[in-house]
């Protein structure tokens, strides 16, 4: 059964780079959670880690939230395959500490969208896993 599109091309990088991201970088847990279904998946494929549900994801990003006084996401290159509902994008993740030491990722996401809300998100990290 092929996919039918709920997003074109240009929707699909905003929710990812705008809705997303933007989100991440305000640390607004309430608006980021909005852009995941209640039975997402969020992998790690860099780290084998999978956080399963919105709740396991919800912890993640409360960790990672606590972990950094500032996160910025940003140099986004995207692809977008319109008809499957599917996004990649490579960026630069760049994470302040507390002590003002600055950790530099780069990374490539890959989403599939369900009924515009990410159903599964694999992450390949540069570094470490952040996303713990």
């Keep these: 059964m092929q996919y039918a599109p709920t997003m074109r091309r240009d929707a699909l990088i905003e929710f990812a780079t705008q809705s997303y991201f933007a989100s991440v ?3 607004d847990m309430a608006a980021t959670l ?3 279904h209640d039975e997402a998946l969020f992998t790690v494929q860099t780290s084998f880690t999978t956080h399963a549900g ?3 994801i919800e912890r993640m990003f409360t960790d990672f939230f606590g972990a950094w006084d500032k996160i910025v996401h940003r140099d986004f290159t995207c692809t ?3 008809t499957n509902g599917r ?3 490579c960026f630069v993740a760049e994470l ?3 002590d003002g030491s600055v950790t530099t990722l780069h990374n490539t996401n890959f989403w599939r969208l369900r009924d515009g809300k990410f159903q599964e998100v694999y992450v390949y990290m540069s570094g ?3 996303l713990v």
């Design 25 to 27: 970088d305000r640390k």
């Design 34 to 36: 909005a852009c995941f």
């Design 54 to 56: 919105k709740a396991a």
């Design 80 to 82: 977008v395959d319109e």
């Design 87 to 89: 996004i990649a994008a």
């Design 96 to 98: 302040t500490a507390a």
């Design 128 to 130: 470490a896993n952040v």
